[in-house]
């Protein structure tokens, strides 16, 4: 009786493949994880985008709860459904805002409706105040759940209040706890999971029932973003009325129009084009990645394999059967990645989006995994796994069955047509961006809509043509690493040696480095760049850990005391420097109500440095006083630089320092007057305080102040007289940088001593380097995992070299040294391909998308110099160290390297 | 004539109990220096191993081997006169005796592929730590003693059977060092290529290296001082040079 083994019944490559597979399971494994994790990462990444971004539906559930609708006040005649609010693009005409009776006057009898009242404004807790939304509404109202939805304690009665998530997750707030609005605590009664706005940021909200104590004073406090809303169980009008309501300054908005507007449950992932190409290029990137890198492991378990491919050729086997046996494994192994991927991706994602939930990060709209996603994901397994068997299948039809039979070590021919258009694709890549560039500058920095169009293509043309034209070129760059490598030691000579000349093993190696350091090169570039524009995009009110307390400007306000500021700042932070900066008097507010300010007859007018338009000069740090009255040793506090007596002697003899040159006039001098607003009169006057020689200090950094001069100059020139002496102002250094607790306090204790009293303190941006730094360790260790895995599949086919060295007399130290320059050499290459085409993505995606020349972080060099070097590590302790010696002397078997005695 | 290697009473078992197979035994035999000993015999006579245990590969045998590592002309590199066993050697022991007393060729050359000719003859010198400089000049001397210069930057798929089996001698005798152990060399040469190299190992022995060669081809064990017969693990006749052997060889296969 015949017993058919397991795949006995399939077609001979089907089965010789499927039988391969299962007995070199661990490879097999190893293709289906290098498949799995970069596809698992990019659907979870999609989930958790997806997740967080609100449907239709959200909208109506986060805005309207269960009401059917809602009337608000609204400021034009025309308004959007969606957002009852005002369309400006069309014609509109100015209505005037419908107040909260006549919102009510328009529910229809038998109507049930809520209103809902907000303001931004402050409340405290523990002290400390904290700015958020303040509501007054009746959130137990059933119109309202799915807006307000209680999650602990209970809901409010009487003077007590309701809390929001963001509130008790970052002021530890809790039911029993209590809240200061106004200048009374009232107690938390429960914790609700509210937010204003569908998708936005959670904003900390208190909400108070209509008949609490501080909703009157709600009331009275106009707002032009938060006026009254109406939440009504039905009676909306039809569509065709809307105009007539507006018009009485009324917008509507139903449920039922709303969500017949879209499919309510679809959600746009990203917020535009940019965000979409981004996925587009993570997506091909990644999975170019998985291809090469599975494609890498098939393609060195070929070389094992191949006695039994040539004796197949041998025996009358077409190529394309043999290329079947390699794309059966790619799509079973391909399947088996799709299927693990996807639920690996959804609990990463879960895990993520109920962290972020749980903290307050982000709004969380819910789970979505959209079934297109998921096919999507399979389907691009799929294809990965059968993409990754044709990485050895290419070259299967070229296998040569006498010398694959003999094991014949011939070099791999050097496939110079390939290499050739790998070389002409890097110039032609190399080429646009330099004629971009051209453009650009022929452009004269005004790029026109069309041009813009053009570039982007440009781009996005090269960089596809930049990495492929790369990946051809490796065996040329693999050559060149073994015509380097002839003059160098033994043991570098012999791993760059063998790298070059067998290039069946390495190209396919490198090749996978490459990608990998592609991917985590573009993470870590991204990442650098994203917080480089939170630094950029930072509003700095003073440098870093700087706080300035800056005297009221109210005629007749008391002077500051800056000594008191000192001991209520140091209180919190201590503080290694203090100064006081004495700024004119002669600025502020009259009695009568009418301003008094000094001027400077500015170069640039929209930079006036001591008017109300500070807020034109991006480049000032506002928190400084303009000008300000003291000695040269205040030259470093002003300006970050060192004092120098030629300073010392320009304000000694009447001149100024100035900081900056738009405090200058068209002939470069410093021109001040003074004038004086009285309140209600159309003009002022002003007489010319005097012009003053200039010495130009070039700050270090954002400057702060713009003019410094001496008391007597100041006297002199009646800057300040005695009627208006020179107002202190007090700086301080402080020790490390305040938490947002910290800042908290000292605003909270310096406003103790004079609520008038305008206090700055400087944190810096809120995110830095952490995040990069997490972006490379997260990237570093993939990329290491990738080198690793891929330098010790590949060394298996050095076991014959290893046992030869060995027979020769060299220990295992010279393996280890062997294998550990091998991977020096595979990480590095490939490091720094994978990451100078990362640098030119990431340089052309922000030029292209956000107009932006990025800065380069430098924390890719870890990429390209501390991988290899760990890598190298790792082959050194990977490395048997009896192994080689083992095969010839323990089994006392010379045959292992030849001889059959 | 001074004895280059000596073997006393040496026998090599695998395997233990019923699995257990005797490769070698009780085989006692000398090769002198500049002697040219041809091992002869069929397949799983043990001549291998019996190549294995003399090479410092296999110190699984009983019974005494002793390598006499010092010339009669007192060579520079050798570490001690006294004659050595390598199954008294560490681990380090046994790779510096491949290093500096015991050359080995093999059937399929086994060169090291990203080697040049010249580095694959200097790589027991470097492997030894001599001097790069110094080791190349070396392996140039025994490069040219294989008649093969002018080829010596070629890799090993740039060079012909033959070309690439004078390499490894070349490579087994550089150094100055006096055994030459032969594992079926001209296996895989045709007969004239063959007899190219049978030249070379001849002219060696003439120069004072002790030759120890495993062949089947009789027409080459004739080049031999003296040729050993092994069956079974056991010498079973050693005969000097004769015209030919092909006479004791199939009086011995049978």
Known sequence: MITLTPGSRLPLAWRIGWRDMTRDWRRGALVVVLIMIPLALLIGVVIAGTSLQPSLRDEVRVGLGSAAGKLTSVECSAQSLRYASCDYSGATQPVEPATEAELLARVPAGHHSVVERAVFGSFAVDGLSYQGRLVATDAADPLLRGRYDLQSGAWPTGSEVLVNEAVAVRYGVAPGDSVGLGDREYPVSGIVHHHPWAGQDPTPVVVVGPQHPFAAELASVPSDSYGPVVYLDGGLPPVSDYPAWNADGIGVTDRDVLLGLDDPDSVALGTGGGAGVLVLMATAAVMLMAILVAGSAMAIGAQRVRRVLALLSATGARPRMLRTIFAVQGLVLGAVAAVLAIPVAMAGAGVFLAIADHWQWAQVMGFRMQSTWGLAGGATALLAGTLASAVPGFRIGAVDPVRALSEAHRQARLWVALVGIGLVALSAAAVVVVALRVDRLRAARALTDELAFQHSIAVMVAAGVAIPGVLLAIPLALRGVAAVSGRTPLVWRMAGRDLGRSRHRSVPVVASVVAGSLVAGFAVAVAGFTVDQQVVGHQWRARLDEAIVSPPEAYGAKQLDPDAVLGAVAAVVPVTEFHVLLTPGITGSLADGGSSVVNLEVLDRSCRSLSVAVGDCPERMWAYPSIVIGDVDLVPVLAGVPATPAMRDHLASGGALTFSDLVLDSRGNLELSHSVWPRGADTGTEHRLGSLPVMQVAPNGNYGASVLVSAETAERIGLVTAEQPAKPAAWLKLSRTPTEKEQAQIQAAVAALDPQVWVSVEAGPPVGSPIVWATVAISGAVLLLIVVVITTLASGDRRRDDALLSVLGGGPALRRRVAAAQALWLGALGGVMGVLLAAYLTVAFFRVYMGILPSIPEHLAVLIIGVPLLAAGIAWLTTPGRAGLRDALISGRPQAIGGDG | ?254
């Not at chain 2, 120069?207 to 009789?218: F, I, K, Q």
């Not at chain 2, 040079?241 to 199939?250: C, E, G, N, Q």
């Open chain 2, 1 to 254: 004539m001074t004895p280059r290697l000596e073997l006393v009473g040496v026998s090599r078992t695998f395997g233990v109990d019923e699995l257990a197979v005797p490769a070698l035994r009780n085989v006692s035999m000398q090769a002198d220096e500049g002697e040219f000993v041809a091992i002869m015999g069929p397949s799983g006579s043990g001549k291998s191993t019996l190549l294995a245990i003399c090479g410092c590969l296999d110190v699984g045998y009983s019974g005494e081997v002793l390598i006499h590592p010092k010339n009669s002309g007192g060579g520079r590199r050798a570490r001690s006169v006294a004659p050595m066993d390598p199954r008294t050697l560490s681990m380090a022991g046994l790779a510096r005796c491949r290093r500096q007393l015991v050359g080995l060729v093999f059937q399929q050359y086994n060169l090291v592929p990203s080697l040049t000719a010249l580095e694959n003859i200097a790589l027991p010198l470097e492997l030894d730590g001599v001097p790069v400089r110094k080791a190349r000049k070396q392996a140039f001397d025994a490069l040219t003693a294989v008649d093969l210069v002018g080829l010596e930057d070629r890799f090993a798929d740039q060079l012909s059977g033959g070309q690439q089996q004078r390499v490894a001698i070349a490579r087994g005798i550089v150094g100055d060092r006096r055994l030459l152990l032969a594992d079926e060399p001209t296996g895989a040469l045709d007969s004239h290529t063959g007899e190219e190299i049978m030249e070379v190992l001849r002219a060696r022995a003439d120069a004072g290296t002790t030759v120890l060669m495993v062949t089947h081809d009789a027409r080459h064990a004739a080049w031999a001082d003296r040729v050993v017969f092994l069956r079974d693990g056991r010498i079973v006749d050693s005969a000097e040079s004769i015209s030919d052997p092909s006479v004791l060889l199939a009086e011995h296969s049978a």
